[in-house]
């Protein structure tokens, strides 16, 4: 019997890595439609019954909210990024990241971040979405980071096949 050839050892690996190109990711990252389906999820579980607080309680209507609408919004936004940190810093997860199996991890130590590094997480989440850029780019990497997920050194894993 004669010894395989090398080319032919070769071309075994190049087949392997083909049929898996997510197998050189350190982490099995959360799909895009999975993160999209979580944001949808959050965004009814925990932004409305905000906004209809600030609407009608703090600002006494649609018509209060349209006169100031620049303070309705930072009523709005600074208790949902308060609310999310919480979630994050105590479970790893948002209501929207539990029902899809997703969990929020430091790309370095692969545990739950600090709450400092959440904090900024979620802030940066907020100046992301009005650059649209760093929330589109989730739908073009192959580790489904967005800008604020890079720029704080985090990642948004699959739970249910995690380590």
């Known amino acids: 019997m004669s010894k395989p050839r090398f080319r032919k050892l070769k071309q075994k690996q190049r087949d392997s890595q083909a049929e898996s190109p997510l197998s050189s990711l350190r982490y099995p990252y959360a799909f895009a439609s999975l993160r999209f389906k979580a944001v949808l999820t959050d965004s009814f579980m925990l932004l409305m019954p905000i906004m209809y607080v600030v609407f009608y309680l703090v600002m006494g209507g649609r018509a209060g909210f349209a006169d100031n609408m620049l303070m309705g ?40 971040p600090s709450i400092g590094k959440i904090a900024i997480r979620n802030l940066l989440s907020v100046f992301s979405l009005f650059l649209f850029i760093g929330w589109i780019m989730l739908f073009f990497r192959k580790d489904k980071k967005t800008l604020h997920d890079l720029l704080t050194r985090t990642a948004v894993i699959s739970k249910s096949t995690s380590l």
């Open 73 to 112: 919004w930072i009523d709005i936004v600074v208790p949902l990024v308060v609310v999310q940190t919480l979630f994050l810093a105590r479970f790893g997860q948002t209501p929207g990241y539990r029902a899809y199996g997703l969990m929020l991890i430091d790309e370095k130590s692969g545990e739950k």
